[in-house]
């Protein structure tokens, strides 16, 4: 298989076991009002817990140091660009943006920009499972069968097992047939029946629930189970029952290639031939209900204390408790200490949240539920680093900075 293809599975959070979606200037700061603290863990969460002590005050000096980390981050991993913002109640805000947008023109990075989120999509996915969970009108241990047909084992695999990425089916974003389709013309829609179609040609790698295995070919299919039992496009659902209460005006679930202005171009390696490409207008329908989505900086602001509570920011419960409790148990995924997976988001180190990544663009949103903080980090490219995604050396050097105990230390294995 070659190497691109299986980068393409970018986006998992925990990469260990066989299966991923894809000197700067600084700006001003721009501020933002800060969440209330939101009430810490209550299930199985692997990482250490944390205490208000946990995250340093953001004082003009830590400030300082995270400007110089972020640029020197950028210089070694040659980013082009980077927005950061980092939120904790009752301390200032502190929100960058560095580097460029566009390296042709040199137009700045901006907080306000859209950004592609690739995999922090199956976040929403889930959610959106979850909800029509509640409603009854879908069941965790139910079969996928049940919902959808033509799935190799499907009598077997449950809702659950693909929300926790332990359901054993291929991973259709590593097939090369896949990689070759997408390359050749990088606009192409692919429908979710296509995207299935690379996966169910291989067998099952292991017994449903036997390990984990990160698949967007489980996401593929909750999105179908959300539109069948919903009766809505995926999109439209999202929308109505997760992004609206939310107040997130600047998230969206494109049909096409469509990118809201302004936004950022997008710089990837992931080509036929292996050069650099600016894919801002290569259509995500290949990662549907596992990548498509579009934010900004602030509406993610938004979304991580939301996700990791399980509640709007008016106080509304987004998912039920007993359901939330079950989202947030994450069992141990390999021999990583400190990091686990649970129904569609992970802890890292106590940090909750999802990482995306697709050609061009990555993404990270994670939520410390016990000191209220959250950070998002968006970039505008995908290229790795000595063998890392580029959002997830940016995450370690930040959270050395402002997390000592719980740094954000996310290894990634080339294989899995």
């Known amino acids: 298989m070659p190497q691109s293809s299986a980068r393409l599975r970018r986006g998992a959070v925990i990469a260990v076991a066989a299966g991923t979606l894809l000197a700067p200037i600084a700006a001003g700061p721009a501020g933002a009002a800060p969440f209330a603290p939101s009430a810490g863990l209550t299930a199985g969460s692997p990482g250490p817990s944390a205490t208000a002590a ?110 926790e990425m332990r359901s054993g089916l291929f991973n259709y974003s590593e097939d090369p ?99 650099q490409a600016d894919a801002a207008d290569w259509n995500p329908s290949w990662g549907w209900a596992a990548g498509a989505m579009i934010s900004t900086l602030e509406d993610l602001h938004t979304w991580a204390p939301t996700v990791a509570t399980g509640r709007f920011p008016d106080g509304r419960r987004m998912v039920g408790a007993a359901t939330q409790k079950q989202r947030l148990i994450t069992p141990a995924t390999s021999s990583i200490t400190g990091a686990g997976y649970g129904l569609g988001i992970f802890d890292v180190q106590g940090w909750i949240g999802h990482n995306g990544s697709l050609p061009g663009y990555e993404s990270l949103t994670v939520h410390l539920p016990s000191t209220g903080t959250t950070l998002v980090a968006l970039l505008n490219t995908d290229t790795d680093y000595r063998g890392q995604e580029p959002s997830t ?24």
């Open 54 to 163: 946990d995250v340093r005050a953001m004082t003009p000096e830590v400030a300082r140091r995270l400007d110089v980390s972020v640029r020197r981050v950028m210089h070694v991993a040659n980013i082009p660009g980077v927005t950061v913002g980092i939120w904790t109640p009752g301390q200032p805000s502190y929100v960058r943006s560095f580097g460029v947008a566009d390296r042709s023109t040199g137009r700045k990075m901006a907080p306000d920009l859209y950004m592609r989120i690739g995999s922090e999509t199956k976040t929403f996915t889930v959610t959106a499972l979850l909800q029509l969970v509640d409603r009854g009108k879908a069941r965790l241990d139910d079969p996928i069968g049940r919902y959808v047909d033509g799935v190799p084992g499907g009598n077997r695999i449950t809702l659950r097992q693909l929300a």
């Open 393 to 416: 050396v940016l995450g370690e050097a930040i959270t050395k900075i402002i997390s000592p105990q719980h740094v954000y230390d996310l290894p990634l294995s080339r294989t899995g």
């Open 177 to 275: 047939g896949f990689f070759k389709a997408l390359t050749a013309d990088p606009q192409r829609s692919f429908t979710p029946r296509q995207l299935l179609a690379y996966s169910f040609k291989h067998p099952v790698m292991f017994p449903p629930g036997a390990k984990f295995f990160y698949s967007n070919t489980n996401l593929i299919l909750l999105g179908l189970v959300v539109e069948k039992q919903s009766g809505q496009h995926l999109g439209d659902y999202i929308k109505r029952n997760i992004l609206d209460p939310a107040g997130m005006r600047h998230t969206l679930f494109p049909a096409g290639n469509e990118f809201p202005a302004p936004h950022a171009q997008g710089y990837t390696e992931q080509t036929a031939n292996g050069g």
